[in-house]
């Protein structure tokens, strides 16, 4: 059976930059595959409430680009674990879109996400990407046309990260026919998918397996870290853990509404990511 | 068409989420556009609901007062919900309709652009909602009762500033889930594509009035002035002239309290004015070195944003158009000034293109002529404007009347 690897999501600078670092650390250590880190942006439109206030209190506390890659470049050093950078285009583009991904590749990150530069607004990232060996990785999602899809496709990105909609009910999850025939309609474009958007659970992970290379799973840990005290990197080891399928269930069975995939079920925002 | 770039700037910086809906709603726009009935239509609802046109006058009084260029002022504030926001509002809603949809959602800074969707939906029979940033929400009682009075929900938003540029991501969040069934009609000339170059069109109506009229006076237009804060009353009202080289097109951003960081909202000019990417579009903002978005400050809600709209943006670079700025006392000067001598009150905003028209008619010579846009009218800004000229009694006002409540 093959396995749906982890990929864990953190906002760079949350709380503060050294608990930023434990945090990422942490979840290397509980069985992450890869490490997500996203680089604040003071008006992050593609993310839900938990990330936007994560970002927002990172700011206040003095977060800038500069200690983001600087913490990439540890991160990559002590934990082995491949790090990608989620950050948004104005971040990208303040720098120079090739001098941020020649400074990301550089602090030894693997794969970049700006989901507000896509492929034909990209200011040049993906040829960047390309000429640094980072790996910049599209956002697509279930609305995107098939056109659409074709034109990312030919870009030939090593991954693509895709938004899910899943219906979850209490703490029992399962991925709809729909969702995994998406999955399946993107994996068939020849790119390691990501697949990200309300993944919590293990049940989840276990659905994905087959369908997504990888699951991002952000808002999760960050409610794990609000929720666990000063002990808060034992608490989140644990959570990779029991995503990974190491550890026991619990701690991951939050009560959540019941939501449908379809358009018209959308009127309420999930509590993670939205690209 | 120019949907897309003026310049280096605009663009359709979006995720993929709402790429379809801004893909579809451009390929409609052009669609409606050709289609005479919608013309029509537009013209009808113009003509009996919005209250067009507006009136154009000449400030005999100011002008005496200020004994340089001819002032007149075209009263784009007498428009129906109080303010040029209207004739956007009306023009996407009627677009939502066509396109089969049966809601729209707006963001709304003090209230006027919320309140002209509200109105208009409550007119064409859409449902509404309107994201309000809480503190906003707060400073902006009236504009919330009245919206909620014509049947729309006003949602408070809690995240960031919760001002204005917030009210925004949290509608760019939300269309992106609903668009479906839901249009977003962006209150001025900014955003991803198409949204400027649509708020261009219907407000180029206040524009090509003014021409007319002006030409009925017998009086060549020298120049024209224009607040600016997103700028959709400024680039309607000059867009008849943009491909030409004359008149000279004045715009005028809010100086605030000052020069410093977070004082102002003078974007094309100072220290924090950058080239950016936020809220779906490309423009110049104020931004720090890391592209993070600044606070703005200005006395009137509707200039206090931290970016421009990418045409002007654009036109401001190429010389076209001209910006300056007014703080917010020379804004509270040229209120005053104009209701003492002509017995109009602008909207703080449109204040501040008082005030730039007061400082360029006094430097030209009598003949000349100088066409402001009082693009809202002041009666909104009374808790603020009260607040400002008499605070005392003001404050005294509504203590007695929270007595007698």
Request: aromatic content about 8%; charged content about 20%.
């Amino acid at each position: 059976m093959p396995e749906c690897l982890l990929m864990a999501h953190l906002v760079a600078g949350y709380p503060d930059m050294e608990r930023s670092v434990a945090v990422a650390k942490a979840l290397a250590r509980g069985g992450a595959d890869y490490l997500e880190v996203q680089f604040p942006f003071s008006d992050p439109t593609a993310d839900g409430p938990t990330i936007e206030r994560a970002c927002q209190a990172a700011l206040a506390n003095g977060f800038k680009v500069d200690g983001g890659f600087a913490m990439v470049r540890r991160l990559a050093a002590e934990t082995g674990k491949p790090v990608f950078i989620m950050t948004y285009g104005s971040i990208v583009f303040a720098r120079g879109a090739a001098e941020f991904a020649r400074l990301a590749a550089e602090a030894g990150a693997t794969g970049l996400v700006v989901p507000d530069l896509p492929p034909d607004y990209d200011e040049n990232l993906f040829a960047a990407g390309a000429e640094f060996g980072l790996a910049v990785t599209p956002v697509i999602a279930p609305e995107t046309t098939p056109a659409r899809l074709g034109c990312i496709g030919s870009l030939r990105p090593e991954y693509i990260y895709t938004a899910l909609r899943l219906g979850v009910t209490g703490s029992e999850t399962s991925l709809d026919d729909d969702s995994i025939r998406y999955l399946d309609s993107v994996s068939r474009l020849g790119a390691k998918t990501i697949a990200g958007f309300g993944v919590r659970s293990r049940g989840q992970m276990e659905a994905l397996a087959g369908h997504a290379h990888a699951a991002a799973v952000g808002s999760h840990f960050l409610d794990a870290l609000a929720a666990a005290g000063p002990d808060f990197e034992e608490a989140l080891a644990a959570a990779a853990g029991a995503l990974k399928g190491n550890g026991t269930r619990q701690a991951i069975t939050a009560p959540h509404p019941r939501r449908r995939r379809g358009i018209q079920a959308r009127t309420a925002w999930p509590r993670g990511r939205r690209f | 068409m120019r949907f897309d770039y003026f310049g280096e700037y605009g663009g359709r910086y979006v995720g993929e989420t709402l790429r379809p809906a801004l893909d579809r709603f451009a390929a409609e726009f052009v669609e409606a556009w050709a289609d005479p009935e919608f013309h029509a239509r537009l013209a009808t609802i113009r003509k009996t609901w919005i209250g067009r046109p507006t009136p154009l006058f000449f400030a005999e009084n100011a002008t005496k007062a200020l004994g340089g260029a001819k002032v007149y002022v075209k009263m784009e504030g007498l428009a129906h919900t109080g303010a040029h926001k209207i004739n956007n509002a009306v023009g996407q809603v009627l677009l939502a309709r066509r396109m089969g949809k049966t809601a729209v959602i707006a963001e709304t800074g003090a209230g006027q652009h919320g309140l002209a969707v509200a109105a208009a939906a409550a007119k064409l029979g859409l449902r509404c909602r309107v994201y309000m940033g809480s503190v906003d929400a707060a400073r902006q009682r009236p504009n919330v009762f009245a919206m909620e009075m014509m049947g729309a929900e006003v949602t408070p938003v809690e995240s960031g500033a919760r001002t204005l540029k917030d009210a925004i991501n949290a509608a760019l969040r939300e269309w992106s889930a609903t668009f479906p069934d839901t249009h977003y009609v962006i209150g001025s000339a900014l955003g991803p594509s198409p949204f400027p170059e649509v708020a261009r069109r219907f407000q180029a109506v206040v524009g090509e009035e003014t021409i007319r009229q002006m030409a009925e006076t017998g009086d060549a237009i020298d120049v024209m002035v224009a607040c600016v804060g997103g700028g959709s009353n400024a680039i309607g009202f000059f867009s008849p002239r943009l491909d030409s080289d004359s008149p000279r097109l004045v715009g005028v951003e809010a100086g605030g309290r000052g020069m410093g960081p977070g004082e102002n909202a003078v974007r094309m000019s100072g220290g924090a004015s950058r080239v950016g990417i936020a809220h779906g579009y490309k423009s110049r903002f104020l931004m720090d070195g890391d592209g993070q978005v600044l606070g703005s400050h200005s006395i009137s809600a509707g200039l206090d944003y931290p970016g421009i709209g990418p045409q002007l943006a654009s036109l401001g670079e190429s010389g076209r158009i001209e910006f300056e700025s007014a703080s917010d006392d020379e804004a509270l000067e040229a209120l005053t000034f104009f209701a003492r001598h002509e017995g109009v009150m602008f909207a703080l905003e449109s204040a501040h293109a008082g005030a730039a028209a007061m400082r360029i008619a006094r430097g030209m010579s009598p003949g000349r002529t100088v066409v402001v846009n009082m693009s809202g009218r002041g009666d909104k800004d009374l808790f603020i404007t009260a607040k400002a000229l008499g605070r005392e009694r003001w404050i005294e006002y509504l203590k007695s009347e929270a007595d007698n409540a």
